[in-house]
Each structure stands twice: as structure tokens, then as C-alpha cells.
């Protein structure tokens, strides 16, 4: 996890150890004991302390429960209870990362990243918008907390999953504490933060202005192509003031050039815990993307909508979903909730899915909500910094961390007007020379302003969602989506479809948030928050449907929301699919859709391949596969196989000898948009290798680049062509976030599963994302579910997440959603009791009788 010789797990276990544990699971019955004694009970009756009435929960063949309540309290309760039963180590784990608490489960190995955990400060704005709850806020909230505790009253150790038999052997003193409240507003941090890490381009860009040029820099972070899809074309345009702005060059970029000796080590030294993180909850920010669309009635066979989502997010297992029925025996004010979709363990409420009303979807906007400030620093005092010529007293705050096996350390978190000071985290950032040209002192630290470090109302706005009847209550709900902001789309039962952008998005005094800015002075200030009716939203749109896909939301839009868009390659695909449909579009065209592998890429550079001189009859065999391709990345592809290996050797062989290593490219949408910027300039200074005495231009690099991915293929499956294969390449392996990546095999055995063949690549509409800058083809992020919801018969609508419901290791739920995922097939989203009740096991929650 921390590192590639995975240290925090290997420093725990001695050889024998790990030896005693496989040869003890390796005895028939011990091994049966122990990996099923933490399964869920699925059947029967259950006592529940603190419950008022029964609750049925029935599960289909897939696992996935259905909960009916009589009120929303036993309803909430139930919903801890049975997250518990199916995630609770995935709960546990979470929770830590959300309070910067990791030592206490894993040791002095994760001290670093619960430090810069504890200086992001989750927890504590947590507990502020714990305070600021109404009543029946924080009611729900509790009850969904004491279904939790109610299981973990009947249970312990590997009894509440295998991973607790393993962690014994690391951690024998650890025992999960009662779940609380705060646990749950923490995961909207969690993925606040993994929905929105923006920051790494500012650090990015700033550290790349050390070797090459503003220009050349700002030629890797190209302008939004003009050619490719919005979400709202004809969004109305509202003199604001912030115009001129948009359209400027990048920032201060000349001043931050200056100063780049100086800030540079702090900033490289922020990215470390960072990464860190990012080896326990996955990939994060910029490379998260998602898809979703709705479609009018006057467009579909059924004549009303039909809504599309598919969520793009880090390979996990479990899956990061948890797929769910809330539903009130008889709705009312007191019990509202009639509802099916996706959760996450640790939370209440669904996420993502459909009423009996209406239903939603969401992407991530990736708005541009974290600003880095440079602040000054007193010399004489280092809790003091400048604002507008004066010192001023930073809020000091110790924080204790706990460590399994060693004694506690307290960390100091110093807090500016800004935020808190993320150079901190590493203890050496004072220790730079002055740099005479610029009037930044020898003493200064890096501070972070974020939303999500202001308290939110974000758990509001899950349940409000869940019990909105129409539009109207719909955009309400969305009005407290504040943190982690989505495009969201909406479509009800009376065949209205809408399109709506929430969330806290800061109006700044001057600046685009492309590098860090001066934070002694009041030129980059934030103003406040772009008013929510302000916000873009669309309903009823006269061409019949909405596409969001992380791309610009519209060309006249007044309101700097970011300049990092993702390019719209997607969005541009799905647009095309939906436009040329000639006949009314029913469900199975919606599949279709959502398994599209139509390399757009290929498409600009496949006529360029075919037109460059090779004069090898080898590398003619290999070129004869693009003649007819149709530039679909199918699993068992051999031309797909080609291509994917040929861009990776592109990038590689035009940005790698003037790049840093950790800024190589990483071949998603943003190096789409550069290559094909590029390609117009055939002599451009990127095609030169800086490594070579001649000077070489765009053709010479793609015949190497083809040549190179010639010769790997042939070594690494066939001489022969026709026997290549995308698929074996580019594979899938869903890994146990914490014990799966211990680095000793046996035990990363018992939790993970795979290797699985994919399709598509990180920029198709199923996009099962590979990194270009790392050493194989293996998937790194993937639609993590698709849905598909027909406002016309609800118990029409489709769903798929993978790997499985189950958070057990060798639970039949465990993984048994892959082949269907893969395969692009679904199961029912049954909404109406009797439909799950035909196909369900059975499980009562009852009051539990008095002594």
C-alpha cells in the first residue's frame, strides 16, 4: 500500500507466520470455519434492539436486499444492519482513512498519510456539520448507526470477515469500536476528495514550469477542443464581470516561473502522501470520469425516458457500490421512501437510482473547488503568517495519533486564512535557499483552500433526492449537493427529463486556478459562491436528450467553473450514437451504447499510420489490420491490440525524453487532445527526441512508435498478427484495497480475484481504463456499474456493478457479477415487491422481546 515493497504489511509478519496462516486455511474444516463463519444470515428472524416494527429484507439471486420498513427510523436501522452484514471491513477501513486514523489498524507504517489526513482535517468538519444537523437529520443518521452496532453486538474477530483473522496476526489488540454518526459524514470527504483532487494539475503545472516554458506547458493542457460536444449547447450567456477572465492566459505563470525554485521541493514533497492515498482508495480526480445521458420519450419505443449512468472509478473489491431497495410499506410524511439503486456501505440512503417517480444519474463535473496558496511565513514566530503587510496568528491545532504496536505521536496542524498548510506534512520545507529574484522569504509554507473543508449539506441532499417527488424537489435536493458536485440528470414517470449542476463553486477576485497563488494579499481572494439559480440547468431540451461526461458544460457560460474539463471524446460518442439512431431507441440500444468501444483516437491517427512510409514487409503485415477496422477495442481484437500498444510507444517516444518520469503521459483524453493538436505541426519541438543528435519529426516518430509496437507484440504473444489479442493484454485484477496489495502472496490469494479480460480503454464509452506510464496493460479504472432506467415500467430497468454484492472472500457473491459486467450484461432493478419477492430470500428484523 505505501510503497512498492508494500512495507506496512511485510514488517508485520514473520516468514513462519505467514506460513502457520495458509497451512491452517489449507485444513478442510478450519478453512470452512473460518471463511463462512463471517457470512451474512439471509433467512429467518433476527432480534434487533432498538427496532419499533418488523422489517422484511429479501434478497434476490444476486444478493442484493430489498428492505421494507413501516418508518424511516427501523428503515435506516436496517439499511447499518445489512451494510454491516455483507461490508463491514470495507466500512471499518473507510472510516479510517476518513479520520486519518490508519495507524490504529496497520501500524507506523501509515503515520504519513494519517498526517496529512489529520492535516485535510476531515473529521473535524465533519463534527461541525454534525452540530449544525436539525433533528431529524441527525435521527436518521443514529439509527442507521445503531443497525451497525446492533450487528456488531452479535458479532467479532473473523466472525464479522476473514480479513479480521489476518489482521490478528498484525494487530492482535485491535477491535472495531462502535460505529458513530461521524463515520458516515466522512465518506462524503472521502469522495469529495476522490471525486475532486484538482490540485494535482496546479502542482503539476507549477513543477513542469522548472524545465519547459509557460507555452510549452500550457501545450499540454490544451484549450477545450472546439469540435467536440457540450453538455447544454445553447446555454444562455449573463454579463457577470468574470468574462474577461475566462479566455486569459494562464495566471501569473511568468511569476510562478520565478519562483519555482523555490516552491517546487514543497509542492513535489505534497505529492508524496498523495500518492500514498491514492494506493488505498484508487486513482483520484482527474482520472475519474463517468457517463450519463437521458433520452426523451419522443425519442424512445416505450415514448418516455429512459436514463443512462455509468460511474467511472478506481478498480476495488468489494466494489465500491452497494446495490439496494429502501422502501416504506406505505409511503407518508413520516416514512417518504420508495427507492432502488446504488448505496455505499457506511452510508444511508441510495446514491444513485430511481424512485417510484423519478429516477437520476451523475458524473463528476471535476470543478476547479481547491486553490493553493503560498503563504508567508514569520521568521521569528512560525505560527504566525502575513496578510496585507501584517502578522497574524495561524489556528493551531495538536492532533494524537494512535499506532498499533508503538507508543502515540502528536502531530501540530497549523491552520491560514485559507486553509490548512499541506508543506507540513513533510518536515523539511523551511530548509530552502532565498531566491534573490522574487520577494517570497526563506520561510513560507503552501496552504490549501477546498469546499469540502467548509461544512456541508451534502448527506441532506442524499435523502432529499430519495424522496423527491418531481422537478421542483428534485432541484432542492440538488441545492445541498454542495461538496463532491455532479452533473446531474433527471427524468420522471411523466416524461419530463432535466439536466442540473449543484455545488459550492467559488467566484474568484482574480485568477483561473491554474497555479498557485500569493496569499499574503487580497488579489486572489474567493468572493463567495456562484449563486445556485445561477447554476447551468436544462429541462425538457428541445433535441430530446442530455449527455454528461465530465466535459464542458457550456461554451457561453459566465462563471469560471474549471479549465480542466475532460475533452469530450465520450460525450462526443454517446452523441453520435443517440443522433443517428433512425428508429425510436429502446433499451437494448441503451446497452448497446454503454458497451461502446469506439476509439476515437484511432480515428485521427489510423489515416496517418496508413500514409507514412515503412519499407518493411513486417510492419506491412501489421499495418494490413487497420484496412478494415472499425475502430472498436474489442476484448479478442488483434488490430485493437496493435493500436493500443502503438499509442502507448507514441507517448512514450515523444514525451519522454523532456518530461519528469512522474509526468509521463498517461494516454486519457487530455493526451488525445495534445497528440492531436501535435499532428498539425509535424516539426513541432515535442517530436524531437532531445536525446538524439539529429532532429527528428512527427512521421519519423510514428513509424518508430509503430515499429516498437510491432516488435513488442510479436515478443510477447505471436509473430503472427492475426494472433493478437487485446484482451491478454489488457486485463483486470480486483484487488482487496488493504490485504490484497500486502505483497505476500498467499495472503493477496486469499482476497483477490482475476486476471479478467477487457474491452475498450480509458476514453471509450465502456471505458476500462489502462495507463500509459505504467509498465503493463492492466485495467486501473472501470465503469463500476451501468444502469439503465425506464420511466416507463420501472421493473424494466437494468443494473450491473462489479465485482458482487459481497464483501466476504469466497461468498458467492463475492465476484459473481464480473462476467456479466464484462460481457455487458445486466440484471433486474425490480421495483414492485412482488417481483423481488418471486426470486428472494427472506430475512426478519424483528423488536427483540423484553427480559
Known amino acids: 500500500m505505501k510503497s512498492s515493497k508494500k512495507r506496512w504489511l511485510r514488517k508485520g509478519f514473520k516468514i513462519t507466520v505467514v506460513m502457520l496462516l495458509v497451512l491452517g486455511l489449507s485444513l478442510v474444516g478450519f478453512a470452512t470455519y473460518t471463511i463462512r463463519r463471517s457470512f451474512p444470515v439471509e433467512t429467518g428472524a433476527i432480534q434487533l434492539p432498538g427496532i419499533k416494527a418488523e422489517v422484511t429484507v429479501q434478497r434476490d439471486k444476486w444478493g442484493i436486499p430489498d428492505i421494507y420498513a413501516t418508518n424511516s427510523h427501523d428503515l435506516f436501522m436496517a439499511q447499518g444492519y445489512i451494510h454491516a452484514q455483507d461490508r463491514f471491513w470495507q466500512m471499518d477501513f473507510w472510516r479510517h482513512i476518513g479520520s486519518g486514523r490508519l495507524a490504529e489498524m496497520f501500524g507506523s507504517s501509515q503515520i504519513d498519510t494519517d498526517k496529512y489526513l489529520r492535516t485535510m482535517g476531515w473529521a473535524r468538519v465533519a463534527q461541525q456539520e454534525i452540530l449544525q444537523m436539525d433533528a431529524e437529520m441527525k435521527a436518521n443518521l443514529q439509527a442507521y448507526a445503531d443497525g451497525v452496532n446492533a450487528y456488531l453486538a452479535e458479532r467479532q474477530g473473523s466472525a464479522l470477515s476473514l480479513e479480521y483473522a489476518v489482521l490478528q496476526l498484525l494487530n492482535s489488540g485491535y477491535k472495531p469500536e462502535p460505529w458513530q454518526p461521524l463515520h458516515s459524514v466522512t465518506w462524503g470527504k472521502v469522495m469529495a476528495y476522490d471525486l475532486g483532487r484538482n490540485l494535482d494539475r496546479e502542482i503539476e503545472r507549477t513543477i513542469l514550469l522548472k524545465t519547459l516554458t509557460p507555452a510549452q506547458v500550457e501545450e499540454l493542457f490544451p484549450l477545450y477542443p472546439q469540435d467536440l460536444p457540450v453538455i447544454l449547447p445553447e446555454f444562455p450567456k449573463e454579463k457577470t464581470g468574470q468574462e474577461d477572465d475566462l479566455e486569459q492566459p494562464p495566471l501569473i505563470a511568468s511569476d510562478i516561473q520565478e519562483v519555482d525554485e523555490v516552491i517546487t521541493p514543497a509542492l513535489e514533497s505534497i505529492t508524496k502522501p498523495m500518492m500514498a492515498l491514492e494506493q488505498l482508495i484508487g486513482s483520484t480526480g482527474v482520472n475519474v470520469g463517468s457517463n450519463n445521458?437521458?433520452?426523451?420519450?419522443?425519442?424512445?419505443?416505450?415514448?418516455?425516458?429512459?436514463?443512462?449512468?455509468?460511474?467511472?472509478?478506481?478498480?476495488?473489491?468489494?466494489?465500491?457500490?452497494?446495490?439496494?431497495?429502501?422502501?416504506?410499506?406505505?409511503?407518508?410524511?413520516?416514512?417518504?421512501?420508495?427507492?432502488?439503486?446504488?448505496?455505499?456501505?457506511?452510508?444511508?440512503?441510495?446514491?444513485?437510482?430511481?424512485?417510484?417517480?423519478?429516477?437520476?444519474?451523475?458524473?463528476?463535473?471535476?470543478?476547479?473547488?481547491?486553490?493553493?496558496?503560498?503563504?508567508?511565513?514569520?521568521?521569528?514566530?512560525?505560527?504566525?503568517?502575513?496578510?496585507?503587510?501584517?502578522?497574524?496568528?495561524?489556528?493551531?491545532?495538536?492532533?494524537?495519533?494512535?499506532?498499533?504496536?508503538?507508543?502515540?505521536?502528536?502531530?501540530?496542524?497549523?491552520?491560514?486564512?485559507?486553509?490548512?498548510?499541506?508543506?507540513?506534512?513533510?518536515?523539511?520545507?523551511?530548509?530552502?535557499?532565498?531566491?534573490?529574484?522574487?520577494?517570497?522569504?526563506?520561510?513560507?509554507?503552501?496552504?490549501?483552500?477546498?469546499?469540502?473543508?467548509?461544512?456541508?449539506?451534502?448527506?441532506?441532499?442524499?435523502?432529499?433526492?430519495?424522496?423527491?417527488?418531481?422537478?421542483?424537489?428534485?432541484?432542492?435536493?440538488?441545492?445541498?449537493?454542495?461538496?463532491?458536485?455532479?452533473?446531474?440528470?433527471?427524468?420522471?414517470?411523466?416524461?419530463?427529463?432535466?439536466?442540473?449542476?449543484?455545488?459550492?463553486?467559488?467566484?474568484?477576485?482574480?485568477?483561473n486556478g491554474r497555479y498557485p497563488v500569493p496569499g499574503w494579499i487580497d488579489e486572489y481572494e474567493w468572493q463567495g459562491y456562484i449563486d445556485f439559480e445561477q447554476l447551468p440547468k436544462s429541462f425538457n431540451p428541445p433535441q430530446g436528450y442530455i449527455v454528461t461526461a465530465n466535459n464542458l458544460v457550456a461554451k457561453d457560460y459566465p462563471y469560471l467553473i474549471t479549465t480542466d474539463w475532460v475533452y469530450g471524446y465520450r460525450a462526443q460518442r454517446i452523441v453520435e450514437m443517440i443522433a443517428q439512431q433512425t428508429e425510436p431507441i429502446s433499451l437494448k440500444d441503451v446497452q448497446q451504447m454503454q458497451g461502446d468501444n469506439r476509439n476515437l483516437n484511432a480515428q485521427i491517427l489510423v489515416p496517418l499510420l496508413k500514409a507514412i512510409s515503412l519499407n518493411n514487409p513486417r510492419l506491412e503485415a501489421a499495418r494490413k489490420l487497420l484496412l478494415d477496422w472499425n475502430l472498436q477495442l474489442e476484448m479478442t481484437s488483434p488490430v485493437a491490440a496493435l493500436f493500443e500498444v502503438f499509442w502507448k510507444h507514441l507517448l512514450a517516444d515523444t514525451f519522454h525524453d523532456q518530461l519528469p518520469g512522474e509526468y509521463f503521459p498517461d494516454g486519457g483524453d487530455r493526451w488525445y487532445a495534445v497528440v492531436q493538436n501535435l499532428l498539425k505541426q509535424p516539426n513541432s519541438f515535442w517530436w524531437d527526441n532531445h536525446q538524439t543528435p539529429k532532429v527528428e519529426n512527427r512521421d519519423q516518430i510514428l513509424q518508430q512508435a509503430f515499429s516498437k509496437a510491432v516488435e513488442e507484440l510479436e515478443r510477447i504473444q505471436s509473430k503472427d498478427p492475426k494472433n493478437w489479442n487485446w484482451g491478454k493484454l489488457h486485463t483486470i485484477t480486483f484487488r482487496n484495497a488493504t490485504l490484497g496489495k500486502s505483497g505476500v502472496a498467499p495472503i493477496e490469494a486469499l482476497f483477490n480475484r482475476?486476471?479478467?479480460?477487457?474491452?475498450?480503454?480509458?476514453?471509450?464509452?465502456?471505458?476500462?481504463?489502462?495507463?500509459?506510464?505504467?509498465?503493463?496493460?492492466?485495467?486501473?479504472?472501470?465503469?463500476?456499474?451501468?444502469?439503465?432506467?425506464?420511466?416507463?415500467?420501472?421493473?424494466?430497468?437494468?443494473?450491473?456493478?462489479?465485482?458482487?454484492?459481497?464483501?466476504?472472500?469466497?461468498?458467492?457473491?463475492?465476484?459473481?457479477?464480473?462476467?456479466?459486467?464484462?460481457?455487458?450484461?445486466?440484471?433486474?432493478?425490480?421495483?414492485?415487491?412482488?417481483?423481488?419477492?418471486?426470486?428472494?430470500?427472506?430475512?426478519?428484523?424483528i423488536p427483540k422481546s423484553a427480559d
Open 293 to 511: 445521458w437521458v433520452i426523451s420519450g419522443q425519442r424512445t419505443e416505450t415514448g418516455k425516458p429512459i436514463l443512462a449512468n455509468d460511474p467511472h472509478l478506481a478498480v476495488q473489491l468489494p466494489s465500491i457500490w452497494y446495490e439496494v431497495g429502501l422502501h416504506c410499506t406505505l409511503k407518508s410524511a413520516e416514512c417518504p421512501y420508495n427507492v432502488t439503486g446504488f448505496s455505499f456501505a457506511g452510508m444511508l440512503g441510495v446514491i444513485i437510482g430511481n424512485s417510484d417517480r423519478l429516477a437520476w444519474g451523475v458524473t463528476n463535473i471535476q470543478s476547479d473547488v481547491m486553490d493553493l496558496y503560498i503563504e508567508k511565513i514569520n521568521p521569528k514566530n512560525p505560527n504566525q503568517y502575513e496578510v496585507n503587510g501584517k502578522w497574524v496568528n495561524m489556528q493551531v491545532v495538536p492532533e494524537t495519533i494512535q499506532i498499533a504496536g508503538s507508543q502515540p505521536i502528536v502531530q501540530t496542524v497549523r491552520y491560514t486564512r485559507h486553509g490548512p498548510i499541506l508543506s507540513d506534512v513533510s518536515p523539511n520545507l523551511q530548509q530552502f535557499n532565498q531566491n534573490q529574484k522574487v520577494e517570497i522569504p526563506q520561510n513560507y509554507a503552501v496552504a490549501l483552500r477546498w469546499t469540502a473543508l467548509e461544512p456541508s449539506k451534502l448527506a441532506y441532499s442524499i435523502l432529499q433526492m430519495n424522496r423527491a417527488q418531481n422537478w421542483q424537489e428534485f432541484r432542492t435536493a440538488a441545492s445541498n449537493f454542495d461538496i463532491a458536485a455532479q452533473n446531474l440528470v433527471y427524468a420522471d414517470i411523466e416524461g419530463n427529463i432535466g439536466y442540473q449542476m449543484p455545488g459550492k463553486l467559488p467566484i474568484r477576485t482574480k485568477g
Open 754 to 845: 482475476g486476471a479478467f479480460a477487457t474491452a475498450g480503454n480509458g476514453e471509450t464509452v465502456n471505458a476500462n481504463r489502462w495507463r500509459a506510464n505504467k509498465s503493463s496493460f492492466e485495467v486501473t479504472d472501470i465503469p463500476a456499474m451501468r444502469m439503465i432506467v425506464d420511466l416507463g415500467n420501472l421493473d424494466n430497468s437494468l443494473a450491473i456493478h462489479a465485482p458482487g454484492q459481497s464483501g466476504h472472500a469466497f461468498h458467492q457473491h463475492y465476484t459473481d457479477m464480473v462476467d456479466s459486467w464484462r460481457k455487458i450484461e445486466y440484471h433486474p432493478m425490480w421495483q414492485q415487491k412482488t417481483m423481488v419477492g418471486n426470486n428472494a430470500a427472506t430475512l426478519r428484523l
